[in-house]
């Protein structure tokens, strides 16, 4: 099992933006945005802040 994604450092696209937004709307938490989007929790926690979203906690 890999330890880091592929994806390290790449810009956010609009499509993930809205993806986001609409997932962190639903509820979902941290990790499962993160599967979700195939990006890491800390890139996933770092743009939540800049839209500054609201992320659920693990239930």
């Not at 330890?3 to 933006?17: N, P």
């Given at each position: 099992?890999?330890?880091?994604?592929?994806?390290?450092?790449?810009?956010?696209?609009?499509?993930?933006?809205q993806k986001l937004h609409a997932f962190a709307k639903k509820g979902m938490t941290l990790k499962a945005i993160s599967k979700a989007l195939t990006r890491s929790e800390e890139s996933i926690r770092t743009r939540s802040k800049l839209d500054k979203l609201k992320i659920a906690k693990k239930r």
């Open positions: 099992m890999k330890d880091h994604f592929e994806r390290h450092k790449q810009t956010w696209t609009s499509e993930e933006i």
